[in-house]
Each structure stands twice: as C-alpha cells, then as structure tokens.
C-alpha cells in the first residue's frame, strides 16, 4: 500500500529514517532544517490526501500564528468531508485568546482541559481513514514555531489499519484521545467559556498582538562580542508569511506596509496602543472577511461579533464599534432608505478601522517570532 508520504522517500536524508517496525512506517521529524521533514509538511500532505477523513490534534496549546498556516489546509480538507477535532490546553501561560477563539471556528469540535494537579503537555496528531492512520508524537505545539520555525523533534507513524499490529497502535493512540476528551477536566471550549477564562485570574490566558509603545530597545553595545554563532544550514521557509494582505518587507519584516520601527511593528502613542488593545481583533477579523469575499452584511459582521464576544449582552455591547463613515467608530454601515437594520444592510471598515486592523496585524506578526 502506498505511504502518504511516500513522494519523500529519500528526500529528506539524513533527516528522514524510513524503517520497519513490523509494518508500521516511521519518518523523523527534525526541525527547523529545511532539508528535514516538518509537522507542516506532514500536515500539508496528509490533509490533502482523500483517504484520510479524520483529523485530531492534542496540544498543550494552539496559537493563532500557527493555525492561521494551516487555515487554507483545514478548509479544503473540511469541505472534502472532513472532520477536524482539537484538544488544547490552557497551562503554563501558553494560551492565547487569539489562539483559543480561532480553535472554535477552524474545526468542528474543540474542547479545552485543564487539571490542576499537572500540567497538560502533549503534542499528538492524527490523521487517519478507514484503512490509514497518520500519527505524529512529538515536541510541536500548534504553532508557528512548531509547525516549521522552532527547534522541534518528533516520529510521524505511517500505519495500514488493515494489518492488526498497526491498528493496535492506532487503537492505543486514539484510547487515550477519547480518554482526554471524556474526562472530568475537559470542557467543550465556547465564545461563552473564553470569557469567563479571560475574566478569572486563575487562568493565564495570552493575546498574540503587542503593540509597540516606546522606542525600540537598544541593541548590541559596540564592541561586545556575541556568545553564540549563526547557524549555517538552510532553515524552513514561512509557509504562509502573514495574514491576508501581509506583505513582507526587505529582510523579512512583516508590517503590512506601515511604516515601523525595527522589527516590523510601528510606534504608536498612548490612545492609539489602548485602540488597538481593545478594537485590533475585531477590526482586522472584519477586515479579513472583506478581503477575502469583497464585502460584508450586517450578518456577517453579527456572526464575527458573536463568536468573539458572545451572544446576548456580549455582542448587544458591540454596537458603539459602528459610526458614521468618517467616523473615528471602526465600521459602518449602509441603512435602506426607510432606516430600518436589516441582516442584508452592508458593512465596511472605516478608514479609522482599516488603519487599527493593520496596526493589529503588524503587532501580531512581530509577535509570531516568540510563538
């Protein structure tokens, strides 16, 4: 039976060490050389293939600077028929808002744990079929430094479910999936549930956006010597630089054609740091879905709104987001003659909400290097 990754076979050596464990296949995973095999390559390759219909991630945690790279994958992998589950945890300051209300809208079933007795730590993949199972167990979160960028080790098992050792390990694997999933510190994760995570001082829960707010930090004093070399092997190139309309400057700077201070994200003063806080998601997601459909109705933007903020109060308090098209309001909206608010009306950013949606973007992709 072919492999699903049998198109690397010998491509990736010394990296890739094909080897026969009965007729389990098993691949290494190295990273971040570019002549390795990476988890978004496997990814890559796995999703698209027809035979796999299930896809299950168990993480530590998700970060929206790694599943904004695999978005693309996901959609067409669901549209096929797919189904996708993640399973993310919340500990050791390694969640992001971002990261957490992305998990619920880019896969069908999301669900969070948290035990405080331990630490939640695994990073596990599946992508399997009725007769294939592809597994990847190692060190990666769902991240863009795990997916390609970080130093990251792991095994990708390559299993044919018709043969019974290779099942019993699919078998085992997915056990202790389903044994997460059924457990008492597991809680399907909602717009309702972020909240109240966002609100109770017992979580620590991140944002991925850092708005530059002072002069950039010195540098290297002259003359000091550095500690460290630079690497001379190839590295693994971005998959997917930046969020749509990112381009990425001279040098790698992702700024979203702003102009910026060194590392990509601009200064900002006091108000608008505090603007961007508060209205850079919902702005850049209004945004997001503009560029890509080529507009927006009240429906749209009711739904974006909702997911982020939660239904009734949560969402009846986003109504001072719209304003009169010149407004400093981040959205506007186009009424029918009669005044009254239909779902069809249309939506659009203002200027104001273009400019704090790229500021945001700008914040938000410097910020993926530490991710």
């Known amino acids: ?65 790694g599943l904004r790279r695999i978005r693309p994958l996901l959609r067409t992998f669901r549209a096929r028929g797919g189904i996708a ?29 948290h035990d405080a007795s331990g630490t939640f730590h695994p990073k596990l993949y599946i992508i399997n079929g009725e007769a294939v199972s592809v597994i990847v167990i190692g060190s990666s979160n769902l991240t863009r430094g795990g997916l390609f960028a970080n130093y990251e080790a792991g095994v990708c098992l390559e299993l044919d479910l018709t043969q019974d050792a290779d099942a019993q390990v699919h078998k ?42 002072g002069p950039a930090s010195p540098g290297i004093p002259d003359g000091m010597p550095l500690l460290f070399g630079t690497s001379q092997y190839a590295k693994n190139r971005d998959p997917a630089p930046g969020p749509a309309g990112m381009s990425r400057q001279p040098g790698g700077a992702a ?8 590392g990509g994200v601009p200064h900002q003063d006091a108000r608008t740091v ?20 080529g507009s927006m109705t009240r429906a749209d933007s009711l739904a974006i709104r909702r997911q982020m903020y939660g239904p009734g109060q949560g969402v009846q ?38 400019r704090i949606a790229e500021l945001w973007q700008a914040s938000r992709t410097a910020a993926d290097t530490s991710a």
Do not use: C
């Not at 008492?184 to 109770?200: A, I, K």
């Not at 209205?279 to 945004?287: D, M, N, T």
């Not at 009424?335 to 009306?345: A, S, V």
């Open 1 to 65: 039976m072919p492999g699903v990754l049998q198109v690397h076979a010998g491509a990736f050596a010394p990296g890739v060490l094909p080897r026969q464990t009965g007729r389990v296949k098993v691949r290494m995973l190295f990273q971040p050389f570019e002549d390795d095999l990476s988890l978004y390559r496997v990814l890559e390759l796995a999703l698209a293939d027809d035979r796999l219909s299930e896809f299950t991630v168990v993480v530590a945690w998700a970060k929206e600077s």
């Open 85 to 113: 589950r993640i399973l993310l945890g919340i500990d050791a300051g390694g969640a992001s808002v971002e990261g957490l209300r992305a998990a619920i809208s880019d896969f069908d079933e999301a669900t969070v744990l």
């Open 172 to 213: 085992t694997v997915t056990g202790y999936t389903q044994r997460l999933q059924e457990d008492r510190t597991s809680r399907t994760l909602t717009p309702d549930l972020v909240q109240q995570l966002l609100g109770d001082a017992r979580y620590e829960i991140g944002t991925e956006a850092r708005p530059g707010t």
């Open 255 to 262: 700024n979203g054609g702003i102009p910026a201070a060194e």
């Open 274 to 293: 505090a603007r961007v806080e508060k209205l850079g998601e919902a702005a850049y997601r209004h945004k997001e879905f503009i560029d890509r459909h």
């Open 317 to 354: 308090r986003t109504v001072n987001l719209f304003g009169r098209k010149g407004s400093s309001s981040i959205l506007w909206m186009n009424h029918q003659e009669d005044g009254q608010t239909r779902d069809e009306d249309p939506v659009w950013l203002t200027a104001e909400g273009t």
